[in-house]
């Protein structure tokens, strides 16, 4: 980016801020009398607590930090009425005083020996649940609410996998771990992640926008909404809805915790560990407070993989489903998730209040990779060696105040800064960074036993005469079964960098004010400027070949493997002991990591006469640019009656965005590459509308309708344009400059009703109308002659999108004895979509219908615990069902690739050794379930990968409490 486009931007942002800032008037007449406090108990704040004054008519909620604001017509006497679930109701009286009245903490107690009193009490869930059901009680948006104490109580250590316990939520799993988040079964690109009340950048590989949550520890998370019908004071890029991570705050008194843990993992036969820490104090007669909260997660870890190629590219529609290559592939790494969140608020005076928070978060992500091939289509073995540590980092703080401007305004303000990286530091003697990757080949001379009758490989259910077998079978069929993989035979041939280094940076200035201009009627009004920057260095492949292998004279000879240094196979559980057969004939002794390094310095590849063969051209898949975006928006908050509440309001957002990059152009010479540079500007307004109908103290009635969008992917935007004409046919990939926003008009129907031994029963239906859905369009196209295949993504096609939620938490109180501690959670989301998608290469324009990518049908989340004495137990199956991840337009559904169902069944258990002091226990995937996809037929794997149980016992220790 140039010098003088960052400076202009720096100053539009210096710009936005003020015009934010001083655009609302600031002196506003002084009338009605405020009252400031905050709701708690012996555990801490009470988030949406009920403030309803009884003298005048008036109501509030606390929020997330138990604070709250009400405004009372006139001085004199008055009278509150606090309430919350699961604890006693409070009414007393106050006397107001002219101005701004700052009242002590109100206490509620859980006790006056009822049931309920009791659940609170020797529940270990239940004040956690109480917390969530209250702010999603008084919430005004559609929303599930997560609270810290729930997360801690269940087997999840990072973000991603804390959310996929909530109604509608799915996950995406990364060897063993859940990395990416979506809401009711769309695209991962159409949710967006926020982290108090902003979206993050994201470092993304591919240049879509989806946010890797693997990188932050889910210990510095206080809450977390997912919300699934919008207000107009949320950012609104979110088809699917958002998922907005709060992390902690300041406490209302000091207190101190720290938790410990060791584990093992059953693949990789090694230990984990684990450690936290919360530390939060007030001081300056409670003025300033802070809270400091820091967590680390360190495990080995492994997984066998099993990876099938098949030749798609063949003319014979029955040969497409023949194999090209299996891989085997084995996965022993190391990992380590590390947080750190800083928090402090300082109070000026009642009416002022200022904040600072900071955050750390780093996972590094050690993988030596070890893949065996057995290559049909070229009658050989393939052998790769690879080492990566992929480092993710994200990185940030944020500042910002509430001021109280008179009796009916106030206004809230921040400006953050946060920047997301993903990138690799190998290999070290190479001055541009990536993955990489040593091939070696060993000819098969024998050839193969299990061909079918057209010469082809095929499993047997695709044969043309039922010979093949299946791939949880799976047989090489080499004729002569001494021809294994050899350290002498297998010759380098190859060596590949594939380069890594992204990373995007958002600074962000935002402002809202409320205005309260009747106890009926509120307004807010705000805006939100962000300038991101954004370094896209993924895809270039920097490839050396020696000499000999393009048959240069006086070429150094090939090196064989067993040349090299070399390392015991790593050990961990039986080599694919989940495959049926014995594959120990696929497990070599691999190059230790100094050695696969050493490989691409200089100095080695000079001696063994490796040359440089990258493609100059490939370097169209780097970029770089910006995007700003002017986001403003009102709203409105009335009571129509004491039941009825409608929020309306209008969202505006602008988006300019510019990239920068290189593409290809031919010249009579050959290809040459030419500097690029492409702009996409576009405008999004966004109504919404809400109701919410209280049918009475225990149950709600909400309706909306919201429109909402997602930006064009990055990637989908590149500047850069690569012709390949050694392919056949020839091929044309460049992005699309003209690419518009996707919009969808949601509608949402649903209803809650709240037990009162806090628990909840929910249920509810949704539909979608989504216009200029992004996909990537292929065509055909001749050009001087030559026909070429061009892949650009387009908006072609609508989509729907139907589903329905129903979801379930109850405690068998009525039950009697040692029965009525057992109690049940349960959630279930049902998504159908539908999209049609142009179908390439036939003489008529034809379409298929299919659902959109990502989209699983249902999903459920169910959970046994028992709570009692100290005591809890539980049991959480986790179900998505399986989906689209690729579709092929030429080809048609049958060719489309799938994720299958995936159920993985956690436990937990915990045990009060004192008022202070837990021990638990956790386990994950005890059923040791298996992450696979196919294409087209379920039997038809094309990977599929088991990476084993984990667990881990420690202990918790509240010091200050």
Same mark, same amino acid.
């Given at each position: ?129 109480? $917390? ?20 801690? $109580? ?192 300082? $109070? ?96 098969? /001379? ?44 297998? $010759? ?293 002659? /030559? ?100 579709? !092929? ?14 159920? /993985? ?31 087209? !037929? ?24």
């Amino acid at each position: 980016m140039s010098t003088k486009f960052r400076n202009k931007n720096l100053l539009s942002l210096k710009k936005g801020v003020s015009a934010l800032l001083f655009t609302f008037p600031w002196f506003i007449p002084t009338y009605g009398q405020v009252i400031k406090s905050s709701v708690q108990s012996g555990s801490g704040k009470l988030p949406g607590a009920s403030i309803v004054a009884i003298s005048f008519k008036g109501n509030t909620s606390s929020d997330l930090q138990g604070n709250f604001t009400l405004t009372a017509p006139d001085t004199g006497m008055v009278s509150l009425q606090v309430s919350y679930i699961g604890y006693q109701t409070r009414t007393f009286d106050i006397r107001l005083k002219r101005g701004i009245n700052e009242i002590s903490p109100i206490e509620l107690a859980v006790g006056d020996g009822s049931a309920l009193a009791e659940v609170i009490v020797s529940g270990t869930m239940a004040p956690s649940q109480a $917390k969530a059901f209250s702010i999603k009680k008084q919430a005004v948006a559609i929303m599930d609410v997560l609270a810290a104490d729930a997360i801690g $109580k269940l087997p999840d250590r990072n973000a991603a996998e804390a959310v996929q316990r909530m109604q509608g939520v799915a996950v995406a799993k990364n060897h063993g771990e859940a990395d990416i988040a979506t809401v009711r079964g769309t695209p991962f690109a159409w949710t967006s992640v926020l982290f108090n009340g902003s979206r993050l950048p994201s470092p993304n590989v591919m240049g879509n926008r989806s946010m890797p949550l693997d990188a932050i520890p889910s210990e510095i998370i206080q809450y977390v909404q997912v919300a699934k019908a919008l207000t107009p004071d949320m950012e609104a890029d979110a088809i699917g809805g958002s998922i907005n991570f709060v992390t902690r705050t300041s406490p209302s008194k000091r207190t101190l915790s720290v938790s410990g843990a060791g584990g093992y993992n059953t693949f990789s036969k090694n230990g984990t560990y684990n450690g936290s820490l919360v530390y939060g104090d007030r001081f300056l007669n409670n003025r300033l407070g802070l809270i400091l909260s820091a967590a680390t997660w360190a495990r080995q870890w492994g997984s066998d993989a099993f990876d099938v190629s098949y030749n798609t590219g063949l003319a014979n529609e029955q040969q497409r489903n023949s194999i090209g290559s299996v891989m085997l592939k084995r996965y022993i790494g190391e990992r380590q998730t590390k947080g750190i969140n800083l928090g402090s608020d300082y $109070k000026i005076s009642p009416g002022h209040t200022v904040f600072f928070r900071a955050m750390f978060n780093k996972f590094d992500d050690i993988r030596p990779v070890y893949e065996a091939y057995v290559d049909y289509n070229k009658k050989r073995y393939q052998y790769n060696n690879r080492y990566s540590h992929y480092q993710t980092a994200i990185y940030g703080g944020e500042i910002g105040g509430e001021h109280q401007l008179s009796g009916i305004a106030k206004v809230d303000w921040s400006v953050s800064d946060h920047k997301s990286k993903y990138y690799l530091n190998t290999p070290p003697a190479s001055d541009r960074k990536g993955l990489p990757i040593a091939t070696f080949h060993q000819q098969i /001379t024998s050839g193969f036993n299990n061909l079918s009758n057209d010469g082809l490989r095929y499993w047997g259910f695709d044969s043309p005469n039922a010979v093949g077998g299946s791939p949880l079978d799976f047989d090489p069929g080499i004729k002569d079964a001494s021809e294994v993989l050899d350290p002498d035979k297998l $010759k380098l041939t190859q060596l590949v960098i594939t380069q890594l280094d992204n990373s995007e940076r958002d600074r962000v200035a935002q402002v809202n004010f409320h205005l309260e201009a009747s106890p009926a009627l509120k307004f807010k009004v705000g805006g939100k400027y962000r300038h991101k920057d954004r370094d896209n260095f993924f895809g270039s492949n920097l490839v050396f070949l020696p000499g000999a292998a393009l048959g240069a004279e006086n070429a150094a000879p090939l090196r064989s493997l067993s040349s090299f240094e070399t390392q015991s196979f790593p050990k961990g559980t039986s080599f694919f002991g989940s495959l049926n057969g014995n594959y120990n004939s696929f497990q070599l002794n691999p190059l230790t990591k100094d050695q696969l390094l050493d490989l691409f310095s200089p100095e080695f590849m000079k001696v063994n006469g490796f040359i440089d063969k990258t493609d100059p051209m490939s370097a169209t898949s780097i970029y770089t640019g910006q995007e700003i975006v002017s986001s403003g928006y009102v709203m409105a908050d009335y009571d129509l009656s004491e039941k009825l509440k409608l929020v309306a309001g209008l969202r505006n957002e602008y988006t300019k965005t510019r990239l920068h990059g290189q593409r290809v152009e031919p010249t009579a010479s050959g290809n040459q590459l030419v500097a690029s540079e492409i702009e996409n500007n576009y405008n999004a307004l966004l109504p919404m509308f809400h109701l919410k109908y209280k049918l009475n103290k225990d149950a709600n009635l909400r309706g909306a309708f919201t429109r909402t969008f997602v930006r064009p992917n990055f990637g989908d935007m590149t500047p850069g344009t690569s012709i390949d004409v050694s392919s056949t046919p020839a091929t044309i990939s460049q992005g699309n400059s003209e690419l518009k926003p996707t919009f969808s008009n949601n509608f949402d129907l649903m209803g809650e009703y709240y037990f009162q031994n806090v628990g909840i029963l929910t249920g509810g239906l949704f539909y979608k109308d989504i216009s200029d859905v992004i996909f990537t369009d292929i065509s055909m196209q001749n050009i001087d002659g /030559t026909d070429y295949r061009i892949s650009q993504a387009k908006n072609l096609n609508k989509a729907t999108l139907f589903g329905l939620e129903f979801g379930v938490n109850r405690r068998f109180d009525f039950l009697q004895g040692f029965w009525k501690n057992f109690g049940i959670e349960f959630n279930y989301s049902y998504v159908n979509s539908e999209t049609k998608v142009p179908r390439v290469g036939g003489v008529e324009a034809s379409f298929d219908k299919t659902a959109l990518p990502n989209q699983s049908k249902h999903l459920f989340n169910a959970i046994l615990f028992y709570e009692g004495k100290g005591v809890m137990v539980r049991l959480a199956g986790n179900y998505r069902g399986k989906s689209i991840e690729t579709i !092929d337009q030429k080809l048609g559904p049958q060719f489309y690739k799938w994720t299958d169902n995936n159920f /993985t069944l956690d436990a937990t258990a915990t045990v009060s050794l004192s008022a202070r002091v837990k021990a638990f226990l956790e386990l994950n995937n005890l059923t040791n379930s298996a992450v696979s996809m196919y294409m087209g !037929d379920s039997r038809r794997i094309s990977s599929r990968e088991v990476y084993g149980s984990r667990g881990q016992a420690g202990i918790r220790w509240d010091i200050i409490k």
